[in-house]
C-alpha cells in the first residue's frame, strides 16, 4: 500500500483538480455580463476548455504509463494554476480565453495518472478507496461555490480566479519534489500486487461501447451542472451568492454520497449501482427544472449529485476491469478523453438551444441523455454478464480435454 502522506497528496490533488473543472461554471453568470455574451458564446467558451482537456487527458494519460506519474501531475498543477493566474490580467475576451485553453493542458494531466495510481496500489476494497478519493474532489468543489458566493460580494471574479489558483502552486511543488520517492512506491507496488488469474478478458468493442453509454450519461448531467447558477439567476431570480450557495448543494450530495456508494461497489458490485445513480437522474434532472415547491428545490440538486457524484468508484471500478488489454494510464486516459469531448459539446448545445428554447426547456431536454444511457447501461449489463459466462464456460471445456 502507499503510505498516508501520499494517498493524501493525491485525495487533495484531486481536490485542487476538480475546482479547476468547474472554477468557469461557477463564475459564469458574472463572466457572461462582464464580457456581454450570449449563452451560445459561454457554452463556446467551456466548450474549448474542456476540448483541450480532452486531448491532453488521452495524451498525458498514455504519457504516463512511461514517465513517472508525479512529474507528470507536478508538471500539471503548475501548468493549470499559472495559466489561471495569467488569465487574469488579460483584458479582452480573446486573450483571456488564449490563457484559459492553455490552463486546461494542465488540467488534464491530474484523472488518468491519478485513477492509474489507484488501480496500481489498491488490491482490495477498490470501492472504499475511489469513494474516498472522489469524495476529496466534491469536498472541495463544494467548498469552492460555497466560498465564491461569499467572494462574489467582496471581490472581482478575476481575483477569485486568481485566490482559488494558488494552491494548485503548492501541489504542484510537492508532487515534483517528491517525485523519486513517488515513482519508486508506483514500481514496488506493481511488483507486489498481484491480479487475479481468472478476470475476466472483455473484447475491446465492448469497452468502447461502454465508454459511449457513459459518455450519453455525462451528456446530459455536465450541462446542467454548468449552466445551474445562469439557470438559477436567470430564471428563478435568485443573487448571485445565492445561487452559487445553492449549486454547491450539487457537491454537498457526491460529499453525502459517494462514500457509501463505494462502499456498496464492493458489496454489490459497480455496474448495479451504476445503472441505480444513472436511471436516478434522469427524473431529478426533470423535477430542478420545474423548480415548484421552490423549498424542494434543495433536495433535488442534492440527490442529484449523489447520483452525479457517486457513480465515480464506480464508473473507475468498471475501466480497471474492462480494460485489461491496455495500460492503465492509457485506459484511463481513453475515459477522460471522451468524457472531455463529451463535457465540452454539452454545454455548447446546451447554450445554443437555450438561445432559443429558454434555460428552463433546454434543461428538461437534456434529462433524456440519462435515460438513454440507462438502457444502453442494462444492455451492456447483460451482454459483459454472458460474454463472461461464455468464456467461463469455454474454458471450463478446454481444461475438462
Known sequence: MQNKNEI????????????????????????????????GTAGGLLTAFLLVIAVFSFILGKISDYVARANILGLGFLIASTFLILSTFMHGFGSFMTFILLAGIGVSSFHPSAYALIDETTEYKQGRVYGTFEFWGSAAIFLMFFLHGFLLEKLSWKNIILVTSIPGLLVGTLYLTRS??????????????????NAPDIPPFLFILFLIVVALRFFGIIAVVNFTPTYLVREVGLDKSIASFATGIYFLGGLVFVSLMGRLCDRWGPFPVLLFSTAAAFPLIILVAVTKPLFLLPLY?????????????????????????????EAFGYFMAIIAVTYSFSPLIYGVNADRLGLQRTMRFFSFPLLVSTVGLFILLKVVHANHN?????????KSR
Open 301 to 329: 440538486l442534492l440527490l442529484l449529485g449523489g447520483m452525479y457524484y457517486g457513480a465515480g468508484p464506480a464508473m473507475n471500478m468498471i475501466i480497471a476491469k474492462m480494460s485489461s488489454r491496455l495500460r492503465k494510464g
Open 8 to 39: 493524501t497528496l493525491r485525495n487533495v490533488g484531486h481536490g485542487v483538480n476538480d475546482i479547476y473543472w468547474f472554477i468557469l461554471p461557477s463564475l459564469l453568470p458574472v463572466i457572461l455580463d462582464h464580457f456581454n455574451m450570449k449563452y
Open 180 to 197: 523519486k520517492e513517488l515513482r519508486y512506491s508506483r514500481l514496488r507496488e506493481q511488483k507486489t500486487i498481484s491480479h487475479a488469474p
Open 390 to 398: 461464455f468464456r467461463t464456460t469455454m474454458a471450463g471445456h478446454s
